[in-house]
């Protein structure tokens, strides 16, 4: 029995790459809803919980890059839903930074079907990030 025990935990804690039972926060990297976009300097990954849809709560985590390093998005940036056919936005969306460069998205809500954008205005360099989706 001991022996048993003392096997599981080898392979645990030597197996290659991390192992899944102790790498919750990275599971949603694994995420097919992923988008990335760069302009520039600056670049931004998006992992959605789930893919996006109109009508429901969703959240995502966004990764910040400055020249493919990831950085705290600069003071006064914005991020926002954008409806470009309607001229709309959408309900604000709660932003959390969980490490440097590292977000999380919550509460993001599509109000309708259509085209929307999220937007990413960084406005002491005129930047803007868009991730589009036909939800």
């Known amino acids: 029995m001991r022996f048993l025990l003392l096997t599981l935990l080898l392979f645990l804690f030597s197996a290659c790459g991390k192992p899944p039972l102790l790498n ?3 599971s949603i990297k ?3 809803h992923y988008q990335s976009v760069r302009v520039n300097d600056y670049s931004a990954d998006l992992y959605w919980n ?3 849809k109109a009508y429901s709560y969703l959240s995502a985590q966004l990764e ?3 020249n493919n390093i990831l950085s705290s998005l ?3 940036s914005e991020v926002y839903l954008w409806m470009p056919s309607m001229g709309h936005g ?3 969306i709660r932003l959390e930074e969980i490490s440097q460069g590292i977000y999380k998205l919550d509460e993001i809500y599509f109000i309708m079907e259509g085209d ?3 937007i990413i205005k960084l406005p002491q360099t005129s930047t ?3 991730f589009n989706y036909d939800i």
């Open 50 to 52: 789930e893919a996006p």
């Open 116 to 118: 929307w954008q999220i």
């Open 24 to 26: 919750k926060q990275d």
């Open 64 to 66: 910040f890059r400055v």
């Open 74 to 76: 600069p003071p006064e």
């Open 30 to 32: 694994h995420s097919s």
């Open 128 to 130: 803007t990030l868009n």
């Open 90 to 92: 959408g309900p604000d």
